[in-house]
């Protein structure tokens, strides 16, 4: 068992698939809809659902300002904290912690 699953994080997927400037979308074991996201390098994990909506943020863009963007209404969230950067959202982005081990990358749970 590794560190980071005696730590409560589960395993959602592997780094070579989430090459820097991209974002990937994976379900955890519980079912729960996360957008990675690899941000010059920085991973991250947030919700894969806009809170406008309800769409996939995996399908939209990643802005290189360090905000993800939805393809559906072009609501706009800053991936460090998950505030709305630019409506039509009005409920920020729910985050999560990422651990990466070795070549293999984990997920806790939201952050606050």
Sequence with gaps: MTDAARAGF?????LRDVAEGTMLGVVTPAGERICLVNDGGELRAVADECPHQGFALSAGELCGDGTIEC??????????????ARGPAEEELPRYEVRVEGDEVYVGGRMR
């Design 10 to 14: 589960v395993r959602v997927a592997a």
């Design 71 to 84: 393809v559906w209404h072009g609501a706009r969230f800053d991936l460090r904290t998950g505030a709305v």
